[in-house]
C-alpha cells in the first residue's frame, strides 16, 4: 500500500501522519478505530486512542487490550514485510508490562522484525505513550501458508486495507 492509497485522517484528535485503517481480523478491528503511519523501512506504526472498553477496574488498560494490540502490530507488520497476506500463527508471545495507558491517551504500537526465515519470524513490539514504553513484547511466528478456502481471491490484499 503506498502513502496515496491510504485514506486522509478524520478525526483531528489523531496524531499528525496517522490514517484509519481496516487490517485485522473482526476480534482485532474490536479494540477501536485503528490508525496508521508509516515508518522508515516500510513498516506500519500503528496507533488507537484509549477508551473506556479498553480499561480494567482499576481505570488502567487492560492487559489482554495490550497483548491484542501488540500481536496484531506484529502480525500485520509481518505480512507487510512478506509482501503478502499468508498464513502466520503466533507461535510464542512474551510481554512485559512497564507501565500503563489510560482514558485518552495516543498508544502507539512499534514494531522491529529481527529475523524472518522460511517458515519462522521474530519480532518485537513496543506500545508507547508519548516516549513512555507501556508495554515491551517478543514473538515468533510460524508462516502456514496452505490453500486458503475460496482461493487467493478470498482474501483482499493489502492495498484493500
Do not use: K
Not at 40 to 52: D, F, Q, T, V, Y
Amino acid at each position: 500500500m503506498s502513502e496515496s492509497e491510504l485514506p486522509s485522517a478524520a478525526d483531528p484528535d489523531v496524531p499528525e501522519g496517522f490514517v484509519p485503517l481496516a487490517f485485522g481480523g473482526p476480534y482485532f478491528r474490536a479494540l477501536g478505530p485503528m490508525h496508521g503511519r508509516r515508518q522508515e523501512g516500510g513498516g506500519l506504526i500503528i496507533g488507537l486512542r484509549i477508551a473506556e472498553s479498553h480499561l480494567n477496574i482499576q481505570g488502567f488498560t487492560h492487559g489482554g487490550m495490550l497483548t491484542t494490540l501488540a500481536d496484531g502490530a506484529l502480525g500485520l507488520n509481518l505480512a507487510i514485510a512478506r509482501g503478502q497476506r499468508g498464513a502466520q500463527v503466533t507461535v510464542s508471545l512474551t510481554a512485559d508490562f512497564l507501565s500503563s495507558a489510560r482514558l485518552g491517551d495516543w498508544l502507539d504500537a512499534r514494531v522491529a522484525i529481527t529475523r524472518m526465515g522460511q517458515r519462522l519470524a521474530y519480532a518485537n513490539c513496543d506500545l508507547m505513550v508519548g516516549s513512555r514504553q507501556v508495554l515491551r513484547s517478543s514473538a515468533v511466528f510460524a508462516f502456514v501458508d496452505r490453500p486458503l478456502p475460496g482461493g487467493p481471491a478470498a482474501l483482499p490484499s493489502l492495498a484493500d486495507g
